[in-house]
């Protein structure tokens, strides 16, 4: 299976889920290495998911800003790739020689802040994710900043996407690639993975 565009699946919470991105063909499968977040991977079961998919770099998520414990993760889960929400710890870890996602929540900022975010404060980030706690709208404003960064920077669209827009959206934007979050498998027709696996289809390469 190809995609259309790269694609990484954040929050990835069990095996079927994984089996079937690394089946379609995604990049990056994410796991929360955060013990209190509600999407946490332990890493038992981080090792076991990680021993049965194939072919896609997997990513550790931390929200933590303490380099000692983000050290600790790195050595006990041993991703492919590490996602981080403070742009201060770059050039930090960039000492580890691994690939790094910067996850920016624009829920938090406004436009401008986002702007001068990634131009002054992501070198060393491989992807910045953008991402948003609240839902957010994509207008002619918001449209333009990110034309303007992601023919820049390594931009990952991690909101707003759906399968009515995903088209359009990498028509119009220049971005890296998306990022779609994946489920808590306890609740059968979750419906955000079942929109999660329609954006899959139609961006699936003929």
């Known amino acids: 299976m190809a995609l259309k565009t790269l694609v990484k699946i954040s929050n990835?919470?069990?095996?079927?889920?994984?089996?079937?991105?690394?089946?379609?063909?995604?990049?990056?499968?994410?796991?929360?290495?955060?013990?209190?977040?509600?999407e946490y991977v332990d890493p038992k079961k981080f090792e076991e998911i990680k021993s049965w998919v194939a072919g896609v770099q997997i990513v550790g998520e931390t929200t933590s800003i303490d380099p000692e414990?983000?050290?600790?993760?790195?050595?006990?889960?041993?991703?492919?790739?590490?996602?981080?929400?403070?742009?201060?710890?770059?050039?930090?870890?960039?000492?580890?020689?691994?690939?790094l996602i910067l996850r920016v929540d624009l829920s938090q900022m406004t436009l401008d802040q986002l702007d001068t975010l990634v131009r002054t404060s992501t070198s060393g980030a491989d992807y910045i994710l953008l991402e948003s706690n609240t839902s957010l709208h994509f207008d002619a404003d918001f449209k333009e900043i990110l034309q303007h960064l992601a023919a820049r920077y390594p931009i990952l669209l991690g909101t707003?996407?759906?399968?009515?827009?995903?088209?359009?959206?990498?028509?119009?934007?220049?971005?890296?690639?998306?990022?779609?979050?994946?489920?808590?498998?306890?609740?059968?027709?979750?419906?955000?993975?079942?929109?999660?696996?329609?954006?899959?289809?139609?961006?699936?390469e003929e």
């Not at 414990?69 to 403070?86: G, H, R, S, W």
């Open 69 to 99: 414990q983000i050290e600790q993760l790195l050595a006990t889960y041993q991703p492919d790739v590490l996602q981080v929400d403070e742009a201060a710890l770059l050039p930090y870890l960039t000492t580890f020689e691994r690939p």
């Open 160 to 204: 707003g996407v759906s399968v009515e827009n995903v088209h359009e959206l990498l028509a119009d934007l220049p971005v890296r690639g998306i990022a779609l979050s994946g489920g808590d498998e306890e609740r059968p027709g979750n419906r955000e993975f079942g929109e999660l696996m329609d954006v899959l289809e139609a961006i699936e």
């Open 12 to 38: 990835v919470t069990n095996l079927s889920d994984a089996r079937y991105c690394a089946g379609m063909g995604v990049d990056m499968l994410g796991f929360s290495m955060d013990a209190g977040a509600p």
